[in-house]
Protein backbone atom coordinates (compact mmCIF):
# COMPACT_ATOMS: atom_id res chain seq x y z
CA UNK A 1 0.00 0.00 0.00
CA UNK A 2 1.35 3.18 -0.72
CA UNK A 3 1.79 6.05 2.35
CA UNK A 4 2.82 9.17 2.98
CA UNK A 5 5.01 10.45 6.36
CA UNK A 6 5.39 13.89 7.70
CA UNK A 7 6.69 13.03 11.02
CA UNK A 8 6.74 16.98 12.47
CA UNK A 9 3.35 17.90 12.91
CA UNK A 10 4.58 21.12 14.02
CA UNK A 11 7.10 23.20 13.54
CA UNK A 12 8.12 27.02 15.23
CA UNK A 13 10.96 28.85 14.16
CA UNK A 14 11.50 32.44 14.25
CA UNK A 15 11.92 34.29 10.75
CA UNK A 16 14.99 34.33 8.69
CA UNK A 17 15.79 30.79 10.40
CA UNK A 18 15.80 28.19 7.04
CA UNK A 19 13.24 25.00 8.13
CA UNK A 20 13.06 21.58 6.78
CA UNK A 21 9.98 19.97 6.34
CA UNK A 22 10.26 15.99 5.98
CA UNK A 23 8.73 13.49 3.93
CA UNK A 24 9.11 9.98 3.72
CA UNK A 25 6.94 7.45 1.03
CA UNK A 26 6.40 4.19 0.61
CA UNK A 27 5.12 2.64 -2.99
CA UNK A 28 6.41 -0.33 -4.65
CA UNK A 29 5.76 0.88 -8.21
CA UNK A 30 8.36 2.22 -9.70
CA UNK A 31 6.28 4.90 -11.84
CA UNK A 32 4.86 7.57 -9.13
CA UNK A 33 4.75 11.14 -8.47
CA UNK A 34 5.72 13.37 -5.58
CA UNK A 35 3.93 16.70 -4.82
CA UNK A 36 4.33 19.15 -2.09
CA UNK A 37 1.35 21.78 -1.30
CA UNK A 38 0.60 24.78 1.06
CA UNK A 39 -2.61 25.27 2.77
CA UNK A 40 -2.72 28.90 4.39
CA UNK A 41 -5.60 29.36 7.04
CA UNK A 42 -8.15 30.62 4.19
CA UNK A 43 -7.98 27.01 3.17
CA UNK A 44 -6.97 26.72 -0.13
CA UNK A 45 -4.67 23.95 -1.23
CA UNK A 46 -1.46 25.60 -2.98
CA UNK A 47 0.72 23.70 -5.26
CA UNK A 48 4.18 24.00 -4.84
CA UNK A 49 6.11 21.01 -6.85
CA UNK A 50 5.32 18.52 -9.00
CA UNK A 51 8.30 15.58 -8.90
CA UNK A 52 7.76 12.18 -11.02
CA UNK A 53 10.09 9.03 -9.94
CA UNK A 54 12.09 9.24 -12.30
CA UNK A 55 13.80 12.79 -11.93
CA UNK A 56 15.80 13.15 -8.89
CA UNK A 57 17.55 16.30 -9.85
CA UNK A 58 16.99 18.26 -6.48
CA UNK A 59 15.14 21.98 -7.36
CA UNK A 60 15.08 25.29 -6.38
CA UNK A 61 12.64 28.19 -6.64
CA UNK A 62 13.53 31.37 -5.09
CA UNK A 63 14.04 30.66 -1.57
CA UNK A 64 12.10 26.67 -1.75
CA UNK A 65 14.10 24.18 -2.66
CA UNK A 66 13.42 20.15 -2.97
CA UNK A 67 15.76 17.04 -2.04
CA UNK A 68 14.53 14.01 -3.59
CA UNK A 69 16.25 10.61 -2.35
CA UNK A 70 14.67 7.35 -3.98
CA UNK A 71 17.65 5.53 -2.05
CA UNK A 72 15.52 6.81 1.42
CA UNK A 73 12.22 6.99 0.33
CA UNK A 74 12.44 11.07 0.98
CA UNK A 75 11.01 14.09 -0.93
CA UNK A 76 12.24 17.13 1.54
CA UNK A 77 11.35 20.65 1.48
CA UNK A 78 13.02 23.60 2.85
CA UNK A 79 12.30 27.18 3.15
CA UNK A 80 15.49 29.46 3.55
CA UNK A 81 15.02 32.49 5.33
CA UNK A 82 11.78 31.37 6.42
CA UNK A 83 9.02 34.84 5.99
CA UNK A 84 5.40 35.29 8.67
CA UNK A 85 3.89 34.70 5.21
CA UNK A 86 5.70 31.05 4.76
CA UNK A 87 3.19 30.15 8.06
CA UNK A 88 1.18 27.51 6.99
CA UNK A 89 0.05 23.77 6.37
CA UNK A 90 2.50 21.77 4.39
CA UNK A 91 1.50 18.39 3.02
CA UNK A 92 3.77 16.44 1.26
CA UNK A 93 1.75 13.51 -1.72
CA UNK A 94 2.31 10.73 -3.74
CA UNK A 95 0.45 9.50 -6.79
CA UNK A 96 0.57 6.99 -9.11
CA UNK A 97 0.26 3.00 -9.05
CA UNK A 98 -2.04 0.70 -9.71
CA UNK A 99 -5.62 1.12 -8.29
CA UNK A 100 -4.06 4.97 -7.42
CA UNK A 101 -4.59 6.30 -10.54
CA UNK A 102 -5.90 9.92 -10.14
CA UNK A 103 -5.77 10.00 -6.51
CA UNK A 104 -3.30 11.99 -4.23
CA UNK A 105 -2.06 10.18 -0.93
CA UNK A 106 -1.39 12.78 0.93
CA UNK A 107 0.52 13.21 4.26
CA UNK A 108 -1.04 14.76 7.84
CA UNK A 109 1.00 17.38 6.93
CA UNK A 110 2.96 19.76 8.76
CA UNK A 111 2.20 23.32 10.82
CA UNK A 112 4.86 25.59 10.10
CA UNK A 113 4.69 28.46 12.38
CA UNK A 114 7.31 31.59 11.65
CA UNK A 115 7.37 34.12 14.21
CA UNK A 116 8.53 37.86 13.81
CA UNK B 1 -7.02 32.77 -16.03
CA UNK B 2 -9.08 31.26 -13.54
CA UNK B 3 -8.83 29.03 -11.47
CA UNK B 4 -10.71 26.16 -9.91
CA UNK B 5 -14.11 27.71 -8.21
CA UNK B 6 -16.39 26.18 -5.80
CA UNK B 7 -19.74 27.42 -4.67
CA UNK B 8 -20.78 27.77 -2.34
CA UNK B 9 -18.31 28.68 0.14
CA UNK B 10 -20.48 27.28 3.39
CA UNK B 11 -23.15 25.40 3.53
CA UNK B 12 -24.97 24.36 6.75
CA UNK B 13 -27.52 21.23 6.44
CA UNK B 14 -29.58 19.10 9.06
CA UNK B 15 -28.47 15.57 9.29
CA UNK B 16 -30.44 13.48 6.57
CA UNK B 17 -30.93 15.94 4.45
CA UNK B 18 -29.11 16.15 0.74
CA UNK B 19 -26.14 18.72 0.03
CA UNK B 20 -24.99 19.39 -3.48
CA UNK B 21 -21.77 20.95 -3.94
CA UNK B 22 -20.32 22.39 -6.94
CA UNK B 23 -16.94 22.60 -9.19
CA UNK B 24 -15.81 24.60 -12.09
CA UNK B 25 -12.40 23.32 -13.17
CA UNK B 26 -9.56 25.93 -14.88
CA UNK B 27 -10.30 26.16 -18.70
CA UNK B 28 -8.61 22.81 -20.59
CA UNK B 29 -8.64 20.73 -17.61
CA UNK B 30 -10.98 17.65 -18.13
CA UNK B 31 -9.65 15.87 -14.79
CA UNK B 32 -12.04 16.86 -11.49
CA UNK B 33 -11.34 15.04 -8.09
CA UNK B 34 -12.93 15.86 -4.75
CA UNK B 35 -10.89 15.14 -0.95
CA UNK B 36 -12.99 15.72 2.07
CA UNK B 37 -10.59 17.29 5.10
CA UNK B 38 -12.87 16.26 8.05
CA UNK B 39 -10.65 17.54 11.35
CA UNK B 40 -8.19 14.88 12.77
CA UNK B 41 -8.84 12.69 9.32
CA UNK B 42 -6.82 14.60 7.36
CA UNK B 43 -7.18 14.98 3.35
CA UNK B 44 -9.07 12.14 1.71
CA UNK B 45 -9.51 11.19 -1.42
CA UNK B 46 -13.29 11.14 -2.78
CA UNK B 47 -14.02 10.64 -6.33
CA UNK B 48 -11.76 11.67 -9.86
CA UNK B 49 -14.10 12.25 -12.92
CA UNK B 50 -13.00 12.19 -16.26
CA UNK B 51 -14.42 12.70 -19.60
CA UNK B 52 -17.56 12.61 -17.73
CA UNK B 53 -16.88 9.15 -16.17
CA UNK B 54 -16.04 8.20 -13.08
CA UNK B 55 -12.26 7.06 -12.67
CA UNK B 56 -11.67 5.69 -9.73
CA UNK B 57 -13.30 6.23 -6.04
CA UNK B 58 -12.01 6.39 -2.15
CA UNK B 59 -13.08 4.91 0.30
CA UNK B 60 -16.40 6.67 1.06
CA UNK B 61 -20.32 4.92 1.44
CA UNK B 62 -22.27 4.97 -1.98
CA UNK B 63 -24.34 8.04 -0.90
CA UNK B 64 -21.36 10.22 -1.64
CA UNK B 65 -21.43 10.55 -5.37
CA UNK B 66 -21.20 12.92 -8.19
CA UNK B 67 -21.04 13.27 -11.40
CA UNK B 68 -19.32 15.36 -14.51
CA UNK B 69 -20.80 17.30 -16.83
CA UNK B 70 -20.02 18.02 -21.13
CA UNK B 71 -18.53 21.05 -19.98
CA UNK B 72 -16.20 19.77 -17.06
CA UNK B 73 -17.79 21.15 -14.36
CA UNK B 74 -18.93 18.82 -11.44
CA UNK B 75 -20.76 18.36 -8.74
CA UNK B 76 -20.46 16.18 -6.01
CA UNK B 77 -23.98 15.31 -3.67
CA UNK B 78 -23.60 13.87 -0.35
CA UNK B 79 -27.55 11.84 0.72
CA UNK B 80 -28.41 11.23 3.92
CA UNK B 81 -26.41 14.01 5.79
CA UNK B 82 -24.26 12.75 9.19
CA UNK B 83 -22.86 15.10 11.75
CA UNK B 84 -19.61 13.24 10.53
CA UNK B 85 -19.57 14.75 7.06
CA UNK B 86 -19.42 18.05 8.71
CA UNK B 87 -15.83 19.15 6.54
CA UNK B 88 -13.61 21.14 4.22
CA UNK B 89 -14.40 19.50 0.62
CA UNK B 90 -11.95 20.29 -1.67
CA UNK B 91 -12.23 20.26 -5.57
CA UNK B 92 -8.99 20.00 -7.58
CA UNK B 93 -8.32 19.85 -11.54
CA UNK B 94 -5.54 18.72 -13.78
CA UNK B 95 -5.04 18.28 -17.73
CA UNK B 96 -4.22 14.68 -17.17
CA UNK B 97 -4.14 12.40 -13.94
CA UNK B 98 -0.68 12.38 -13.79
CA UNK B 99 -0.69 16.21 -14.42
CA UNK B 100 -0.38 18.76 -11.33
CA UNK B 101 -3.72 19.21 -9.39
CA UNK B 102 -4.89 22.70 -8.83
CA UNK B 103 -7.34 23.13 -5.80
CA UNK B 104 -10.36 25.23 -5.22
CA UNK B 105 -10.86 27.29 -2.00
CA UNK B 106 -13.58 24.89 -1.10
CA UNK B 107 -16.98 24.11 0.28
CA UNK B 108 -17.03 24.17 3.99
CA UNK B 109 -20.02 21.72 5.07
CA UNK B 110 -21.54 21.67 8.39
CA UNK B 111 -24.15 19.43 9.25
CA UNK B 112 -25.97 20.12 12.86
Known amino acids: AQKVTQAQTEISVVEKEDVTLDCVYETRDTTYYLFWYKQPPSGELVFLIR??????QNEISGRYSWNFQKSTSSFNFTITASQVVDSAVYFC?????????????FGQGTTLQVKP | EAGVTQSPTHLIKTRGQQATLRCSPI?????VYWYQQALGLGLQFLLW???????NRGNFPPRFSGRQFPNYSSELNVNALELEDSALYLCASSLTWTGSAFFGQGTRLTVV
Open chain 1, 51 to 56: RNSFDE
Open chain 2, 27 to 31: SGHTS
Open chain 1, 93 to 105: ALSGGSGNTGKLI
Open chain 2, 49 to 55: YDEGEER
